[in-house]
C-alpha cells in the first residue's frame, strides 16, 4: 500500500489480482505495490530497494562465512571479457552466445577487440589460473566472487526469476585430483540448503542435471530446483564439475608430485538473487508479501493506538516496548500521527512485516501487549514481562510453520508417472512430473518438443526406484528417474 495523502486522506493502493487464479500479475503486484523492488530504465533490470537487498546481504552473510570455514577465499575479476577468451572453449561459448551483451566502442574510438560483459567468469578467471598454476603445491585454489552477471537473450524478464542483469556468488575451485574436486560437491550443496531451508524457509529437490541441461562447458551439474505456486519449476543453486575441460582450452597445467604435467580438474558454483523471487512466491499471499524472520529488514513493527487523551501514555508505553525488545530484534516505532492504525496495519501486512506490536489504553492498563503475526494472523495478548521470549518463541514457529506449508506443497505436487499417456495428461496441469528414462538425449527432446515438458533434474531420492522401469517415452529400458516440469 503506497502513502498518498491529501489532507486528511488515506489513499489505499494494495493487491488487486488473486494468486491463485493469476499468478503473474499477483507476483507482479507484491514485488512493487510493497515497495520491495522497483522497475528500472532499463529493460529487463530491476532496482532492489532496501528490503529487497536486505535479503540478499542476509544470504550473504550466511553463505560466505561457511565458505570461508571450507577454505574458500573471496577475489575479484573485471566485468569485461575479451572476445578471444570468451572464445577459448566451444561448449561454452556456445552455451553463452545468444546471451551476451557487447562493448564494441568507448567514447567515439571503435575498439579494436570486442569486450563480452561478464555472462559468467570461467574465462577471465581461467587465463589468470593459468599464469599462477605451476606445482601441486599451488593446488587447491578456492575462489569466489560476489558480483553481478548480464544475460540478454530472452524477451519476457521476469523480476528475480529472469532479469537480464543479476547478483550471485561464483565459485570457481581447482584440485590436482578428480577424487579431491568430485569431493567438494556435497559440502557445497550443504550449505546453499542451509541458507534456502534454515533463512528462506524454502524446499527444494537435489538432484544431478540430464546432460542436456548441465552447465555449458561441464561435464556434470547438480542442482536444487523449487517448484512455485504457479506450477512452474524454477532453478535454484548449483554446482557443476567441470572435470579437465576449462583446464585444457586455458592451459592450466602443474608438475604432480612425480614430476609429471598434469591438468588441473575444476568446479564452479552458485546461488544467486533468484532465491529472493522463489522465497516472496512461495510464502506471500493476496494482502501482500510474507518475509521469513530471519531475511526479514524489518522483524517487528510497533504500532501504538491512542486518542488526544492518552496519546503521551501509550507513546511513552510502546517506546518502554521498543527499548526492551530492540537490542535482540529488528523493530521500528510508528508513531506518525497522518496515518491510522486501520491503515498501519495493513500497510505492514503488505510489507511482510513478520510481527506487528499494538499497543492502547487496555495494553497500558493492563500492561500488556497485543502481537499478531504475519503468517497465519493470529493475535496473542502477552503481559510485557513476556514480551521479548514470546516473540522469540512466534517468529521460530513462524519460520518452521513457512517451511512446513512450502514443503508439504511440493510433496503434494510431485507426480509420478509410467507412461507417456499419464505424462501427456498431466502436462499442463503444473507441478513435476516424475518419470522413468532410458538416458537418450533424442527422447528427452521429444518430450519438451510434444508437451513443453523439460527435465528439470533427477532426484537424488528417487534413483533406487528405477530398477524394472520402461523410460516413459521409448519404453526401453530405464535408467534414470526425472523429474519433468513447465518451467521458467
Sequence with gaps: ??????????????????????????????????????????????????????????????VDPLFKKYGVQNAYFPLFIPERLLSKEA????????????????????????????????????????????????????????????????????????????????????????EEADAERDTILAIYEHVLKDYLAVPYVKGRKTDSEKFAGGLASFSLEHLLPNGKAIQGPDWHSDGQNFSKAF???????????????????????????????????????????????????????????????????????????????????????????????????????????????????????????????????VAAADIKSKISAMLEDMHYNLYAKAQSYLNSNIFKVDTYAEMKARADKGGFIQAPWCGSDSCEAKIKEETGLKSTNMPFDAQDKVQGKKCVYCINGAKYIVNFAKSY
Excluded: C
Design 1 to 62: 500500500m503506497s502513502k498518498t495523502t491529501s489532507g486528511n486522506e488515506e489513499k489505499k493502493v494494495g493487491i488487486t489480482s488473486k494468486k491463485e487464479s493469476d499468478f503473474s500479475e499477483w507476483y507482479v503486484q507484491v514485488l512493487i505495490n510493497s515497495g520491495f523492488i522497483d522497475y528500472s530504465d532499463v529493460s529487463g533490470a530491476i532496482v532492489f530497494k532496501p528490503d529487497s537487498y536486505f535479503v540478499w546481504e542476509a544470504i550473504q552473510k550466511v
Design 91 to 178: 561448449a561454452h561459448i556456445k552455451g553463452f552466445s545468444a546471451e551476451v551483451a557487447w562493448v564494441t566502442e568507448a567514447g567515439s574510438s571503435k575498439l579494436d577487440e570486442r569486450l563480452a560483459v561478464r555472462p559468467t567468469s570461467e574465462t577471465i578467471m581461467y587465463a589468470s589460473l593459468s599464469r599462477w598454476v605451476r606445482s601441486w603445491r599451488d593446488l587447491p585454489i578456492r575462489l569466489n566472487q560476489w558480483n553481478n552477471v548480464v544475460r540478454w537473450e530472452f524477451k519476457h524478464p521476469v523480476p528475480f526469476f529472469r532479469t537480464r542483469e543479476f547478483l550471485w556468488n561464483e565459485g570457481h575451485t581447482a584440485f590436482a585430483t578428480k
Design 251 to 381: 592451459d592450466i597445467m602443474f608438475l604432480n608430485r612425480e614430476g609429471a604435467k598434469e591438468y588441473v580438474y575444476q568446479n564452479t558454483f552458485a546461488i544467486s538473487t533468484r532465491e529472493i523471487g522463489v522465497m516472496i512466491a512461495i510464502h506471500s499471499d493476496n494482502k501482500g508479501l510474507v518475509i521469513p524472520p530471519k531475511v526479514a529488514r524489518m522483524q517487528v513493527v510497533i504500532v501504538p493506538i491512542y486518542t488526544n487523551d492518552n496519546k503521551e501514555a501509550v507513546l511513552g508505553y510502546a517506546r518502554e516496548i521498543m527499548s526492551q525488545i530492540r537490542d535482540e530484534f529488528r523493530v521500528f516505532l510508528d508513531d506518525d500521527d497522518a496515518y491510522s492504525p486501520g491503515w498501519k496495519f495493513n500497510e505492514y501486512e503488505l510489507k511482510g512485516i513478520p510481527m506487528r506490536i499494538e499497543v492502547g489504553r487496555k495494553e497500558v492498563e493492563a500492561q500488556k501487549a497485543t502481537l499478531t503475526r504475519r503468517d497465519t494472523g493470529a493475535k496473542e495478548l
